[in-house]
């Protein structure tokens, strides 16, 4: 599996703080059957991380995972605020995409409005980058107006759940947000968003699993993230029959009536 957000580099936001945690950290998710994670630490006012201190702290952990023998294959990229994007330089931004590729992941924000996301996404397109919104099942936003999201995706954006999201590990309203993302095809990755061993553990595939969508493994998993890694188009998602879940954007349009009801 490819996991496209991991916050392993140590001490440079809120994952974990020593070298040997990243390196626990590391071992863990290989042995959940990880074998490339995309470092994302933050890049906000609360971590004003650059590019610079990423590559060296990501140079010197794969120092460690080579010193260890952790077969895992360490990329860098970032996780950016939408409020943050806008203060970074072009060459910067560049930098900061997953894998020095096309593809930025953005974080999507927690409170119950967005601002202008939309007018944000745009100009990011614009420039010539891709946009991967993480744990958008998270936002209270999208969760009140799911039409928004769905007409972000239909500009190209496409969106990573956070796997825990649909285990219940933030809630029950997240989980069946998460589901009817999976639902409509308004999924199209799934990663652990790992801090830790503890609280935010490095679990994927065991998450899918559980949540009945093991059979699109391979495509939230590797496909997609190879695709997005490598600046290829995306694959198309495979036709595959989800216990439990009406798999089709009908099921999601009924679904989201609960949500705005909610709101």
Known sequence: MIDLHVHILPGIDDGPRTSDAAVALARAAVDAGTSTIVATPHVSWAYPTDAGAIDRVADDLRVRLRETGTPAELI???????TRVGSIGAHEL????????????????FTPSWGDLAGVVERLQL????????HPERCL???????????LVGTGVLTSITAGSLVGAFGEEVRMF?????RGGLAHNVASDAH???????????NLRAAGLEPLANWLTVAVPRAILSGDEIPPRPSVQLAGVDDNRAAWRRGTQRFRRAS
């Open 127 to 134: 420039a010539g980058h891709r946009v991967l919104l993480a």
């Open 76 to 82: 860098c990229g970032a996780e950016i605020a939408m």
């Open 94 to 109: 560049g930098r900061l995409a997953i894998g020095r590729g096309p593809w930025l992941l953005m974080e999507t924000p």
């Open 196 to 206: 830790d061993l503890v609280r935010r553990p490095p679990r994927v595939l065991e």
């Open 141 to 151: 936003a999208f969760r009140r107006d799911p039409a928004a999201l769905e007409e």
């Open 178 to 182: 998460a589901l009817a993302l999976v």
